[in-house]
């Protein structure tokens, strides 16, 4: 019975000493996925390298502080008026800090009468909210509000 008892030890050692080396690699070669952007990655992205103003035509609605990260609500309005020649085409909320910026991207026509989105995104903790708007002609608004994300409610 000792003699089976060691065999089965050693056979459990060697399968363990096997892997690990095996897992150690594979958590230091994990690779970002194909939509994670930081910030400045994703405003590249989406501008193409152009420039964003600060517009006061782009309302940002978020919480100055909020209690659960895991459902920030956010509002953007822009001010436009929605016409064949002069609509905005996209909106995108983003983020500054997380593993991937993009939180939402909405796109827009002149059908659609008002430049307006409402959602709720996810923050990993305190870091700033973007509005990025692209008009029709190809201009890009920009609004940002920083958010304080507590923990359990406790600032």
């Known amino acids: 019975m000792q003699r089976r008892d060691f065999f089965k030890t050693l056979g459990t050692a060697a399968v363990v000493g096997a892997t690990l080396p095996v897992m150690g690699m594979a958590a230091e070669e994990k ?16 501008t193409g390298g152009k420039t964003a103003e600060k517009s006061d035509k782009v309302h940002l609605k978020v919480p100055e502080i909020a209690e659960n990260g895991a459902v920030v609500p956010v509002t953007v309005e822009v001010d436009s008026p929605m016409t064949a020649h002069d609509y905005v085409e996209e909106i995108h909320i983003l983020d500054t800090k997380n593993s991937n910026s993009r939180c939402v991207d909405a796109f827009f026509t002149p059908a659609n009468g008002k430049a307006f989105l409402s959602t709720r995104i996810k923050l990993g903790g305190t870091q700033d909210v973007v509005a990025l708007v692209k008009l029709n002609n190809g201009t890009y608004l920009i609004a940002t509000q920083n958010v304080k994300v507590t923990i359990g409610g406790c600032g």
């Open 31 to 46: 690779k970002k996925g194909p939509n994670e952007f930081s910030y400045n990655q994703a405003v590249s992205a989406i």
